[in-house]
């Protein structure tokens, strides 16, 4: 019985603590094109934003983010397979903007994420990548350019740059 009390009590404060994240969420459905070594593919990410929190006293605002993408894979002559996987991305970390909501400038972003990837290329070819990305977003679009690379950390890659354009939803 105890057990079944703890649980139940665990399983309440989980889900008050989800409610309270998702109150303030930004979903992103964001598609484009990725171009890597004079190789253009297609590639998608489901982003989530959460709520924004001022950094001190400072006008720059961070909100948690995460994204999950894919990047096909490009079949690539002179390569062999070295550059035809497709590539899976689950990210996190944070979104910078500056100024207030009346800001002409607090549309833009600055995204920065640690990703762990399923799949291996030439341009992508750690099991880590960073994330970044600058960009708009309005209320219910974003356009933004994202490079995926290891930042030469375990050796070097090419990484992958995108255009992505967004469409976004208010939780």
Same mark, same amino acid.
């Given at each position: 019985?105890?057990?079944?009390?703890?649980?139940?009590?665990?399983?309440?404060?989980?889900?008050?603590?989800?409610? /309270?994240?998702?109150?303030?969420? +930004?979903?992103?459905?964001?598609? $484009? #094109?990725?171009? *890597? !070594?004079?190789? =253009?593919?297609?590639?998608?990410?489901?982003?989530?934003?959460?709520?924004?929190?001022?950094?001190?006293?400072?006008?720059?605002?961070?909100?948690?983010?995460?994204? /999950?993408?894919?990047?096909?894979? +490009?079949?690539?002559?002179?390569? $062999? #397979?070295?550059? *035809? !996987?497709?590539? =899976?991305?689950?990210?996190?970390?944070?979104?910078?903007?500056?100024?207030?909501?009346?800001?002409?400038?607090?549309?833009?972003?600055?995204?920065?994420?640690?990703?762990?990837?399923?799949?291996?290329?030439?341009?992508?070819?750690?099991? $880590?990548?960073?994330?970044?990305?600058?960009? =708009?977003?309005?209320?219910?679009?974003?356009?933004?350019?994202?490079?995926?690379?290891?930042?030469?950390?375990?050796?070097?890659?090419?990484?992958?740059?995108?255009?992505?354009?967004?469409?976004?939803?208010?939780?």
């Amino acid at each position: 019985m105890r057990s079944l009390l703890i649980r139940s009590v665990l399983a309440t404060a989980l889900l008050g603590v989800s409610a /309270v994240a998702a109150a303030d969420t +930004r979903i992103e459905l964001e598609g $484009g #094109r990725s171009y *890597s !070594d004079g190789y =253009w593919t297609n590639t998608g990410f489901v982003e989530a934003v959460f709520g924004e929190h001022p950094v001190g006293s400072t006008r720059f605002t961070w909100a948690p983010d995460a994204s /999950v993408g894919f990047i096909n894979g +490009r079949n690539v002559t002179r390569y $062999g #397979r070295a550059v *035809s !996987d497709d590539v =899976w991305l689950l990210a996190g970390g944070a979104r910078i903007r500056y100024g207030s909501d009346n800001d002409w400038y607090h549309h833009l972003f600055w995204t920065t994420q640690v990703a762990a990837q399923g799949g291996r290329t030439l341009a992508l070819s750690s099991g $880590g990548e960073f994330v970044n990305s600058v960009g =708009w977003q309005g209320d219910h679009w974003s356009f933004q350019v994202r490079h995926v690379s290891n930042a030469g950390i375990k050796g070097s890659n090419r990484g992958e740059t995108m255009a992505l354009v967004g469409l976004a939803f208010n939780l």
